[in-house]
């Protein structure tokens, strides 16, 4: 370790191993839902009905990963509120000590770091509301997707029962009025969210470089290693 | 539509399930209820004469296919088996129950879907014997002499008739331009009166129901349907363009055998008949899941029978039960013949389903109101913008920045 610099804890291994399992998804869910919306390569190949379960296989990944951001969106809300690390939720409460931090962040970086006038050891307002983003974003896939999963169970039944199309017409059918009357309009938001969540990751990955360019505390770290580094000024 | 109704359709909250088994003791009751109905129902006069024996007779056609096609519908009703003769003694009874057909903004498809058969099935046959007391189309009378008719009509069976629509409602500017009868009533205000007398309403085909072709952007007569202008009656929607006879019948056969509307999804259809995703009855379905598709029409693929997704069937969305009972005495249906479904039978179908190609293909207005985009375009000029910003914040960063170690 750099002398005068401290190791600060940032990120639990929960928190990281989660980090990558959604990035991976991600990914996943891109490629696959890419090809459910218009099937692009394939079509034609060898002779029919030979183990080829081409759009069945991009769904079958579709869906499994739509179930691992279930599991991962249900564990982080509740982390939101009673997570023993760092509870997001302090930091998105519009108190006047998070906006503040919040807008200093931002003046930050669009003044390519000139004036840093916020504590960088611990997690700040303008990168948990950020991440907030990404989770309503996230959320949304979820009960859109879910809606247009829902369609195919139109007999009231499932493997586990007639409650979980039930609770699923209960949890998503209102995406149908607010995108326009239709199951087309959920499928054509379902579809461009996919870009407003790729943009969203475009700038986080270049935030967080650019960020341990400019900070100079090792930031890149958190999601490997957990930690960074912070000027110690005792 | 009021807070109330917006958020009891926000949390509808309701499948096209259908319970089926609803017990013993439920099924006797309904048979003790219909018994009795269908027992009132031969005690009043016949209007019409024409009987469906003597109209089954005419078409060669044998008691027995008659209680074929009777258990069919039963089936359809999703009732048991042993509804059976209940349900003939219906179909017997049709012309019971007056029918007031009227006719707004469309193109009388629905009608000809019914009428123009060469070899009818029974279910067109049912439609012919049920008492029209009304039908623009069909009737000899036209002027002052169809109106007093009407008005004859509505006195006589005020509360008893089923008041069946057929096109949408244009109630845009200009609307004066469509108006009907000697008096030149216009069509919302045509509307209002023959429903307000009715039992229930039936809105036949997509127009009646949602607006349809009509109702298409840019919509200049700002069509509705029916639903949207008639409030405080019983409403009944057979969408679909046009509408499948079997299911216009098995709804007044319905009618006729309990004297209450069908089960209805949250789109007001019956869920006897919209309770099916025709992308889940579709013979074409295993080349789906197989990744088999038509790219062109005539191509190899299409040769072969392949799934049509890509040529934009809407079979994914659209609830229907053309998939299973077809249409033309069921000799086919669209996809059977070659062709993706539309999305005929759901709300706003010409502007969203028709397109002829994939959602994701399909050319929506761009957010800014101008150019027509694919949801694609629109999604890679919104990741070349990020990119750009991103480009332009780097460079400044790596120009004008200053690092910490710099400070
Ligand atoms: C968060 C990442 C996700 C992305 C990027 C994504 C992307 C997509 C895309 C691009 C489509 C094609 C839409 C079209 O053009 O027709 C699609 C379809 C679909 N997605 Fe997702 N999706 C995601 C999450 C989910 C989730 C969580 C579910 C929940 C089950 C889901 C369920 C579906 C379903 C059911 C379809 C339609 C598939 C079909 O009709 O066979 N998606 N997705
Ligand atoms: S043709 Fe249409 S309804 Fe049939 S499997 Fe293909 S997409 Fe589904
Ligand atoms: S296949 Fe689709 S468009 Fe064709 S009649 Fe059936 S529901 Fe309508």
């Known amino acids: 370790m750099r002398p005068g610099y401290k190791k600060v804890e940032r990120m639990t291994t929960f ?28 079509t034609l190949i060898s002779e029919p009905a030979v ?50 931090e919040f807008v200093m962040v931002f003046i930050n970086l669009i003044t390519f770091n000139r004036v840093k006038k916020f504590d960088s050891s611990h997690a700040d307002s303008f990168n948990t509301v950020y991440f907030l983003i990404f989770h309503l974003l996230l959320a949304w896939m979820l009960f859109s997707g879910l809606q247009l999963y829902v369609h195919g169970l139109e007999s009231g039944h499932s493997s586990i029962g007639d409650w979980w199309p039930w609770v699923l017409h209960l949890a998503t059918d209102w995406t149908v009025t607010v995108t326009g009357g239709t199951y087309m309009d959920v499928r054509y938001w379902h579809h461009i969210s996919m870009y407003f969540i790729i943009v969203w990751v475009m700038f986080h990955i270049y935030y967080q470089v650019w960020r341990t360019i400019f900070w100079q505390e090792g930031d890149i770290a958190i999601v490997f290693g957990g930690s960074k580094f912070v000027k110690d000024n005792k | 539509m009021d807070r109330r109704d917006a958020l009891m359709k926000l949390f509808s909250a309701k499948g096209v399930k259908v319970n089926t088994n609803r017990g013993e003791a439920y099924y006797n009751r309904l048979k003790e209820m219909m018994q009795k109905r269908l027992d009132e129902l031969s ?73 123009r ?10 439609l012919e014997t049920i008492n029209l007391e009304f ?40 609307k004066e331009w469509c108006t009907i009868g000697a008096r030149g009533e216009t069509f919302e205000k045509h509307l209002l009166r023959v429903s307000s007398k009715s039992a229930a309403v039936v809105a036949v085909g997509t127009c009646a129901t949602f607006g349809g072709v009509p109702a298409a952007a840019p919509n200049p007569t700002g069509a509705v349907g029916v639903q949207d202008i008639v409030k405080g009656k019983p409403i009944i929607n057979i969408p679909a363009c046009p509408a499948n006879p079997a299911n216009i019948t098995g709804t007044i056969l319905h009618y006729v055998l309990t004297g209450q509307i069908p089960e209805l999804d949250h789109l007001n259809r019956p869920k006897f008949a919209f309770g099916y995703r025709i ?17 062109e029409w005539g ?79 629109f999604g890679l ?14 460079a400044l960063s790596a120009t004008a920045g200053k690092k910490e170690e710099e400070k």
Not at chain 1, 15 to 37: D, E, F
Not at chain 2, 145 to 169: I, N, P, T, W
Request: proline share 5%; with cysteine; charged share 20%.
């Open chain 2, 299 to 377: 191509d190899e693929g299409a040769e072969n029978n392949w799934c049509l997704y890509k040529m934009g069937c809407k079979g994914p969305m659209t609830f229907n039960n053309c998939s299973i009972v077809r249409y033309n005495s069921g000799t086919n249906w669209p996809i059977g013949a070659g062709h993706g479904c539309i999305g005929c039978s759901e709300p706003q179908f010409w502007d969203k389903y028709a397109t002829e190609r994939p959602m994701a293909d399909s050319h929506f207005k761009a957010p800014t109101g101008g150019v027509e985009k694919t949801v694609d375009e």
């Open chain 1, 51 to 100: 183990n080829k379960y081409v759009m069945a296989w991009n769904r079958w990944v579709h869906f499994m990963v739509a179930i691992i951001f279930d599991v991962s969106s249900i564990v982080v809300a509740y982390l939101y509120f009673f997570s023993r690390f760092e509870k997001p939720i302090l930091k998105i409460l519009p108190t006047p000590k998070n906006i503040v």
């Open chain 2, 43 to 115: 005690n009043t006069p016949a209007v019409t004469k024409t009987d469906i024996n003597k109209v089954l007779d005419a078409e060669g056609l044998s008691r027995r296919d008659f209680m074929k096609w009777a258990s069919a519908i039963t089936a359809m009703l999703m009732l048991p088996a042993s509804f059976t003769p209940l349900v003939a003694k219906a179909a017997e009874l049709m012309n019971r129950v007056p029918v007031i057909w009227i006719e707004l903004q469309d193109c009388a498809g629905n009608s000809e879907a019914i009428l």
């Open chain 2, 381 to 394: 000029g919104l990741l070349s913008a990020a990119g750009i910003g991103i480009a332009i914040h780097a």
């Open chain 2, 279 to 295: 992308h889940d009855n579709c013979e074409r379905r295993a080349h789906f899941d197989a990744g088999e598709f038509v790219e």
């Open chain 2, 117 to 126: 058969s060469d070899s009818p099935t029974i279910d067109e046959l049912i």
């Open chain 2, 135 to 174: 039908n623009e189309t069909l009737m000899a009378a036209a002027g002052h002499q169809a109106e007093e008719h009407l008005d004859e009509a509505m006195k006589r069976f005020e509360g008893k008739y089923l008041c069946v629509v057929e096109g949408s409602v244009p109630i845009g500017a200009g």
């Open chain 1, 15 to 42: 928190m990281r191993i989660n980090h990558w399992v959604v990035a991976i998804c991600m990914v996943a869910a891109i490629v696959t839902g890419l090809y459910i919306g218009h099937p692009y390569y394939q």
